[in-house]
């Protein structure tokens, strides 16, 4: 069984992730769209192990918006590539 803390861990490029919004995340009073929808776009390896991912880059499905996140925001992967 998969923790939910180590989800982002099976992160792979194609995935359909959602991944928590950080400014929502740091003002409580917001709790409009707390999550979004993103595309992999890439997986970014950390500096000790480069297969253990530290960063994605991802393509928000709403607003078509690249960005590279934290792997440690993804909350859940919905759709495998």
């Known amino acids: 069984m998969r923790s939910a803390t180590s989800e982002f861990l099976l992160v ?3 995935d359909y ?11 409580s009073k917001t709790k409009q769209n707390d999550h979004w929808i993103g595309y992999v776009i890439s997986c970014i390896g950390g500096a000790r192990n480069p297969k253990s991912w530290t960063l994605f880059q991802v393509l928000n499905i709403d607003n078509g918006e690249i960005m590279i996140i934290n ?10 590539s």
């Open 17 to 27: 992730v959602v991944i928590k919004n950080e400014e929502n995340c740091q003002d």
């Open 12 to 14: 792979r490029t194609g």
């Open 71 to 80: 792997s440690d925001i993804v909350e859940k992967i919905l759709k495998t």
